[in-house]
């Protein structure tokens, strides 16, 4: 019986193979609510409504006037408009209109499954036409990891703004799966289980990984681009951000923070991360 139970076992292994990568996905598909402070007026909350109905929860910061040019932050996965926060109110201190939303799935929006900027675009376009529908003429967005995807992989293309800063931003997907995994088990355990998940997108999200590609998108936004990274980013290294910089077809700058990993990059609030936004945005939108 002994000598029996060994290839029942070994043709069972594959198969709790892709049961536990499935559900690894879910997992990392799945919703991440939670609360956010309410911040200190001027700003206030508000809700807007995405592309396909859905409820997302925002902030506003006014600008120096009702025309003003305007900022949207977008956050990265797993956080919430309470990571850009505090970069919004200081947008504003300078004269800059800023907007926070919270991406579907995440904070107080509605809850819905994550994918990867792709559905995810449709709440940073819903955000872009309220600005411009409240009277700001020019609109820049900062799309953080997530956030950047977001701003990039939409059904119709780039998000429709006047400049754009991508912040720590992974190129594809595949290359982003498998730099999470390369950090925890090593580059061959990576090889081997980043196709376990990235294939996924075909089933669950209907697109195969490669339409998944900031990298590819950025290739058809034409307005100035900053694009930043981190110079001690794993799971974005410095040659995959400056990749994506090479593939912008537009005016563009790069900086790569010196010696800061992926959440460093993404929660840069330093006087040379902002210096670098605010003659960015002066230089492609004008100073308020």
Request: aromatic letters at 6%.
């Amino acid at each position: 019986m002994r000598r029996l139970r060994s290839p029942y076992l070994l043709a069972a292994l594959p198969l709790l193979g892709l049961v536990s990568a499935w559900l690894v996905g879910s997992l990392l598909m799945a919703s991440t609510p939670s609360d956010v402070p309410t911040p200190p007026a001027p700003a206030r909350d508000f809700r807007l409504t995405s592309a396909d109905g859905l409820s997302l929860a925002a902030t506003y910061w006014p600008g120096r006037t009702a025309s003003s040019p305007a900022i949207l932050l977008l956050h990265g996965n797993g956080a919430s408009r309470a990571a850009t926060a505090a970069n919004a109110a200081w947008l504003a201190g300078r004269g800059f209109a800023a907007l926070t939303i919270d991406l579907r799935g995440h904070g107080e929006s509605a809850p819905a499954p994550k994918s990867f900027g792709l559905a995810e675009s449709r709440d940073a376009a819903a955000a872009v036409a309220w600005l411009r529908h409240t009277g700001h003429a020019k609109v820049g967005v900062i799309g953080i990891s997530l956030g950047g995807a977001a701003a990039l992989i939409g059904d119709s293309g780039p998000v429709a703004a006047n400049a754009l800063v991508l912040q720590a931003v992974y190129p594809d997907i595949r290359r982003g799966i498998r730099n999470r995994i390369g950090g925890i088990l090593g580059s061959w355990p990576a090889a081997l289980l980043e196709p376990l998940l990235s294939y996924q997108s075909r089933i669950r999200l209907g697109v195969w990984p490669s339409r998944l590609s900031p990298l590819r998108a950025v290739a058809s936004y034409r307005a100035p681009v900053l694009v930043i990274g981190g110079g001690g980013d794993g799971h974005t290294p410095p040659e995959e951000t400056r990749a994506l910089f090479a593939a912008a077809a537009g005016p563009k700058a790069l900086w790569i923070a010196p010696g800061v990993d992926h959440k460093q990059t993404c929660d840069l609030q330093t006087d040379a991360y902002r210096s670098h936004l605010l003659a960015f945005f002066s230089a492609s939108l004008g100073a308020p």
